[in-house]
């Protein structure tokens, strides 16, 4: 990070280039919506679904262990099923049977939900599926098995 911000601050080298998915998209902090719109407001990734499909942010790029826990917090007036997907290594696309699903109830207040993804490789690129309508995330939070930090985002104030 320092290195680049030398050179593109310092040195007036042209900016790295973004990975090719985000290049044109509204990502925020490393993260893209699909199947919704998102915005950072009042203290959250304010994530709302756009059309009949469930919506989901996705994170990218990523080098972390096999099994991971994510550490999600966010509420969600409605409620519903949400889950977590993940890719490893050479996949092209999420395997049905890498996603672990979990009930959340509607509510105005954040909500904690601890999951575990049992990978069997590292882990390259994950999914946070949030339910039918969407939710307003606090923070996300990507755990080794010892209960280390990994990766985290925090959108709240």
């Known amino acids: 990070v320092w290195e ?4 593109f601050y310092l040195d007036g080298k042209p900016a790295p280039e973004p990975p090719p998915a985000l290049r044109g998209s509204n990502a925020i902090r490393g993260w893209i919506a699909r199947n919704s719109t998102m915005q950072l407001k009042n203290g959250a990734l304010q994530v709302r679904q756009t059309g009949h ?8 790029g990523l080098d972390l262990p096999a099994e991971v826990t994510a550490v999600v917090r966010f509420k969600s007036a409605k409620g519903g099923k949400a889950g977590v997907a993940w890719r490893e290594p050479g996949q092209e696309v999420f395997p049905p049977d890498q996603k672990v699903t979990f009930d959340c109830r509607g509510s105005d207040e954040v909500q904690e939900h601890r999951v575990e993804l049992p990978a069997k490789k590292k882990i390259i690129h994950v999914r946070l599926i949030l339910p039918a309508g969407g939710a307003d995330v606090a923070s996300i939070e990507l755990q080794d ?3 280390k930090n990994l990766k985290s985002w925090r959108f709240e104030k």
């Open 4 to 7: 680049n911000y030398y050179d």
């Open 53 to 60: 499909q469930q919506p989901f942010i996705a994170a990218m």
């Open 145 to 147: 098995k010892n209960g």
